[in-house]
């Protein structure tokens, strides 16, 4: 942890790790919509995080990244479990939080720099 960010710098930078990978994720979904036998993934970074913030010690620096596993879904003709409709969904809900998550932590910036420069 560095010497100015708190659990709540800290947690924020954790949620924003992890939606870049479940963006990335969604991404490499869509690129492999035709391809023959592909399983497309989901992103699970919350469960480690909730657990983290009710830990005691709240050290995020120790708590495991994004966690990429298969997405349970019903395959078609060539094997591919791919949805374009959840895919195209989830990563708008994606870009939505993460925006939300910037949004949060120029704020907390915005309080600090306040509290240092006394403006």
């Known amino acids: ?31 492999n919509a035709n391809t023959p036998g592909f399983r497309s993934a989901r992103v699970d970074f919350e469960s480690n995080l909730k657990q983290a913030l009710a830990s005691r010690d709240k050290d995020l620096d120790r708590t495991p990244g994004p966690q990429v596993k ?16 959840t895919e195209m969904t989830e990563l708008m809900k994606a870009n939505l939080m993460q925006r939300t998550l910037v949004n949060a932590y120029n704020f907390k910036v915005g309080v600090l720099r306040a509290a240092i420069t006394g403006r």
């Open 1 to 31: 942890m560095n010497a100015i960010g708190d659990t709540t710098m800290r947690g924020l930078e954790y949620a924003l790790d992890g939606m870049k990978a479940r963006m990335d994720v969604h991404a490499n979904n869509l690129t």
């Open 70 to 85: 298969n997405a349970m879904g019903l395959a078609d003709a060539q094997g591919n479990t791919v949805s374009l409709e």
